[in-house]
């Protein structure tokens, strides 16, 4: 029994992956820098050049799309790891005149969203979590795994992700490093109609969160209780 307790773990940090939106999103783009790179052998040479520059141990980008969790905690190592040499190496293919327009605007459009604050932060968050997850989750497997060490593991697990609560200035800031930018793209706040609401009419305006604010309620602590273990 103790053999196949990774796999509840797994569908717990599938389920947390998959309550966002904008983790969706986030997942999605992994898969779209793979899809990019692997589909032409000049990209994929640009992109290695890129990161061997930088150190030659460093991974190329990962697929995600495969019913294994590990993939998605190799993908984001990866992202993480060679982060500013996969931007450069878009840059580059989206000046590079001698590619096609609709590969230019992929590449530009796969730079632009790895330029935001987001995308840095989230890289953290999630590399930060799956790395644990899945060190977790192999020990689970371990089929001389005792009881007493299958639930120290997941208790420690859970005091990991209770940790990561008050983490998120932390991240913030190691995301702007990565993203090269500490704004957050503007979101288009929706007004209150007063005929649709009048008895609201006279009513104190609700208190406006700045976006770090915003992110870190609606995304990043949303997230961290999702993952908690229970």
Request: neutral net charge; charged residues 25%; contains cysteine.
């Amino acid at each position: 029994m103790i053999l196949f307790s990774g796999h509840p773990l797994n569908l717990v940090g599938q389920s947390a992956a998959e309550c966002c939106p904008a983790a969706v999103a986030f997942f999605a783009l992994l898969e779209d820098i793979y899809v990019f790179f692997t589909a032409s052998t000049r990209r994929y040479e640009i992109l290695t050049e890129s990161l061997k520059l930088y150190d030659s141990h460093v991974c190329v980008p990962k697929r995600i799309s495969t019913t294994r969790w590990s993939c998605r905690a190799d993908a984001t190592k990866a992202l993480m790891q060679g982060y500013t040499h996969i931007v450069r190496a878009l840059e580059r293919i989206s000046d590079d005149h001698d590619e096609m327009a609709e590969v230019r605007s992929k590449a530009r459009g796969l730079h632009d969203r790895m330029c935001m604050l987001e995308t840095g932060i989230y890289t953290i968050f999630w590399n930060d979590i799956l790395e644990r997850v899945n060190v977790t989750s192999k020990m689970l497997q371990d089929s001389q795994l005792n009881l007493n060490c299958a639930v120290a593991a997941v208790k420690s697990l859970e005091h990991f992700t209770e940790s990561k609560r008050d983490c998120f200035d932390d991240y913030e800031r190691r995301g702007a490093d990565k993203a090269g930018t500490t704004e957050y793209v503007a979101t288009r706040q929706r007004q209150r109609n007063v005929r649709l609401n009048p008895l609201d009419y006279g009513r104190e305006p609700e208190a406006v969160m700045s976006l770090s604010q915003s992110f870190r309620v609606q995304n990043s602590y949303r997230l961290l209780i999702s993952l908690l273990p229970h």
